[in-house]
Nanobody, 124 residues
Framework: QVQLVESGGGLVQAGGPLTLSCAASGRTFSTNAMAWFRQAPGKEREFVAGISSSGGLTTYADSVKGRFTTSRDNAKNTVYLQMNSLKPEDTRVYYC?????????????????WGQGTQVTVSS
């Protein structure tokens, strides 16, 4: 069982940066691929970024490519999402997710464990 807790959300002005963190419990973190998803009210939860268990591979949604960077520290059981050049349309609840596999996935169904989410609001 993996428990995930996101932090770092908040209100930021357009163009500004924000970094989210996701702390994981359990002994398997270094074998779990991790991902970030986001969701707006009444919308589907969408993939944002993913990172393999070793951190050697990452992938991003086209909408955030070049602006967001995900990384992980396996010694700290933590994954990060650094967000730059934020836009009002990035306003969503952001979720951290863990996969019971070391390999990247981009589908919601690829991930078995989810955090509670953290709100990111970008003002124009």
């Amino acid at each position: 069982q993996v428990q995930l807790v996101e932090s770092g959300g908040g209100l930021v002005q357009a163009g500004g940066p924000l970094t989210l963190s996701c702390a994981a419990s359990g002994r398997t973190f270094s074998t779990n691929a991790m991902a970030w998803f986001r969701q707006a009210p009444g919308k589907e939860r969408e993939f944002v970024a993913g990172i393999s268990s070793s951190g050697g591979l990452t992938t991003y949604a086209d909408s955030v490519k070049g602006r967001f960077t995900t990384s992980r520290d396996n010694a700290k059981n933590t994954v990060y999402l650094q967000m730059n050049s934020l836009k009002p349309e990035d306003t969503r609840v952001y979720y951290c997710a863990a996969r019971a596999s070391p390999y990247l996935g981009t589908g919601r169904g690829d991930y078995s464990y989810w955090g509670q989410g953290t709100q990111v609001t970008v003002s124009s």
